[in-house]
């Protein structure tokens, strides 16, 4: 064999080796015509192809040529276009090889000698088995079956997430992704990796945007890197934050699509609001409610793509103007950014605007109609007991996302009115030692908020006196398995015999009288003012402080801030209850000095009432009835947010 043979036969061996591999990984057959540096021996650079969802279904994946342990990702079907391997000429430019060997003066017959010699090397190649061939993809978890799952998947696709590759499946309830892996780099098929399923429920889902990059000053377009979606994190007291999830992929008609199907599925949600008319208090509190809402919740409002109406409010009544002559048909809810006095303001201009739209009178209501849109409240005020009560915590955050996931809460209203017009519409209300406090506290504007309320606290403590009234009520009918019946068997003291419709009397000396429709959570209260009551269970708690010692009195407000029951006192009677009529009482024979406690808040004689911490006053007798269900508000049941925490796991 002369070397001109010889190196035929090598150039010829070399070329049939690499064809056997192509062909063990299904990229050709012995057939394969051979270009570039292939035909002369030297390694071929590797082509990638696209991954497409039917691959992922297969177990393939494609990889980077420059990172053999990246997986590429890319939507659609086809390979990705791959470009000639350096060298590579074609056919008809190749150089060196068999085809130059004999081109270069090698008979015919001293080719057919080389081919035969070769013979053992041009046996088929052995077919790979399916663990061979198989892609190491981490398969999706196992999918319920549709009975169970109830909605089938809308769209499958890969993004990139945290990182990582990831076959992602979205559904009109959920949205769930697991990580696909790729196959070790020694080869060894015995060894496939299982990915972690991670799930966002579509009902957390609040935002969805699409993610690009743009220079400074752009305002539009951008390069797009993909999809952000903004869910709602539940965490502990409560408390509820945002959580952005990102799925990269630099395909604009892949993202589009999936853009589209997001929005089409956040919008098929009902009661979240689209536009919302805003009430802002800047004297709230330490006149933080502007700031409160220009950096907490209007980015949020933004974020959900909300339209708002902002008014800040200049002056007490200015709320309840305006919603007087808002055209409310064209918003989907209001808000109010301030403490229980703007909140209550705003609540009864929202019934008061309803009663109006209905033809019916403001004199007197026995039967309101309910309000036309909801009322959110932000917390930015001292107590904020109804946001306590709607959300279990002073979150500006937390009670934003309530509004904004539309959450809607139920809840009773009383109405306050004489025999002759309407005074209000409220949610509790106090007379006697909650009202005076509020009476002196609001006659000392001018000291910084805490040491009024503790200014105003201890002055009418220290002056403790009580007020002589009447009271008659009548008794909620309940059946008798209720589960509250416990907290009743107070009822049958200090009243009359007789059947369940009759009126009740009760006539003394009363330090405080605490009338209830919901149950007054707040920071110094955590069971509540009134814990045996709820937001809408069509019920008053009716709760009577007797006269008693400074002392006694003490404990007993003590009682609130622990989780010893408050009412356990001889000198405390609680009653649940429909209507409530309440008439004070002169006292006559006092000495200058009770007098003028009697009238020191009170202008012509009349009496402080604190109804939701706004103040209000009143002579004659005050009937205050229940109405179930008359307002609805953003927020939950605190009942219901107890058993609802869960953590994120999604960033």
Not at 384 to 408: E, W
């Amino acid at each position: 064999m002369n070397a001109v043979s010889w190196s035929i036969f090598v150039a010829l061996l070399k070329e049939l080796k690499a064809a056997g591999r192509r062909s063990q990984r299904g990229a050709g057959g012995a057939s394969t015509v051979l270009r570039g540096p292939a035909a002369l021996g030297r390694p071929e650079a590797p082509c990638p192809s696209r991954t497409t969802e039917r691959d992922v279904a297969r177990g393939r994946s494609r990889r980077s040529p420059s990172r053999p342990g990246r997986l590429l990702t890319g939507p659609g079907p086809g390979p990705v276009p791959c470009r000639p391997p350096l060298g590579g000429r074609g056919p008809a430019r190749g150089r060196g090889g068999a085809g130059a060997a004999l081109a270069a003066g090698g008979t015919r017959r001293g080719a057919a000698a080389m081919l035969g010699a070769a013979g053992p090397f041009l046996r088929p190649p052995r077919r790979a088995g399916p663990e061979e061939r198989r892609r190491r993809v981490a398969p999706l978890a196992a999918s319920p079956p549709p009975a169970e799952r109830g909605e089938e998947p809308l769209l499958r696709g890969i993004f990139e997430i945290g990182k990582r590759s990831c076959d992602v499946v979205l559904s009109a309830r959920r949205l769930r992704w697991s990580p696909i892996v790729p196959e070790s780099p020694a080869g060894d098929s015995s060894t496939v990796l299982q990915g972690e399923e991670e799930i966002i429920e579509m009902k957390d889902v609040f935002s969805v945007k699409l993610k690009r990059r743009r220079f400074v000053g752009q305002k539009r377009g951008g390069t797009l890197l993909g999809i952000t979606i903004f869910k709602c994190l539940h965490k502990e007291e409560n408390k509820l934050t945002d959580c952005a999830v990102h799925l990269n992929n630099l395909s604009e008609d892949h993202c589009n699509s999936w853009f589209r199907h997001l929005k089409e599925i956040l919008n098929g949600f009902q009661n979240r609001p689209k536009s919302l008319k805003v009430f802002v208090n800047p004297s709230s509190h330490k006149r933080e409610a502007t700031h409160v809402y220009y950096e907490k919740v209007a980015p949020l409002f933004k974020l959900a793509d909300i339209k708002t109406d902002v008014t800040v409010t200049e002056y007490e009544g200015h709320a309840l103007s305006v919603l007087k002559e808002c055209e409310l048909q064209a918003f989907d809810g209001v808000v109010c950014v301030g403490g229980d006095g703007s909140v209550s303001e705003v609540a009864h201009g929202l019934l008061l605007k309803a009663q109006i739209d209905a033809g019916k009178g403001t004199d007197y209501i026995p039967a309101p109609v309910r309000a036309s849109v909801p009322l959110g409240v932000i917390p930015a005020g001292t107590t904020n007991i109804l946001a306590h009560t709607l959300y279990g915590i002073k979150h500006a955050v937390t009670a934003t996302l309530h509004i904004v996931m539309g959450h809607i809460q139920p809840v009773d209203v009383c109405t306050f009115s004489t025999p002759s017009k309407l005074l209000r519409f409220g949610f509790s209300a106090m007379f006697g030692f909650g009202a005076r406090t509020l009476a002196l506290a609001e006659k000392h504007r001018w000291m910084p908020s805490n040491q009024r309320k503790d200014f105003a606290f201890i002055k009418t403590l220290a002056d403790l006196k009580p007020e002589e009234c009447e009271l008659s009520f009548l008794p909620l009918q309940i059946p008798q398995e209720d589960s509250h019946e416990n907290d009743r068997k107070k009822k049958g003291k200090n009243k009359k015999k007789g059947s369940k419709d009759q009126w009740h009397k009760i006539q003394g000396h009363f330090l405080n009288v605490s009338i209830m429709a919901i149950p007054c959570l707040c920071s110094m209260a955590p069971r509540g003012l009134a814990p045996n009551t709820r937001l809408n269970n069509g019920s008053m708690a009716l709760i009577v402080v007797q006269n008693t010692s400074r002392t006694e009195f003490i404990k007993h407000l003590k009682r609130y801030a622990s989780v010893k029951n408050q009412f356990n006192f001889p000198f405390v009677e609680t009653y649940t209850v429909q209507e409530v009529k309440l008439q004070p009482r002169c006292i006559s024979g006092l000495d200058a000095k009770e007098n003028t406690y009697l009238n020191a808040t009170s202008a012509e004689g009349n009496y402080p009432w604190n109804i939701d911490g706004d103040l209000m006053e009143e002579a004659s007798e005050v009937h205050v009835r229940v109405h179930p269900q008359l307002i609805n508000l953003y927020g939950v049941n605190t009942d219901d947010l107890e058993s609802s925490k869960a953590t994120c796991s999604c960033i």
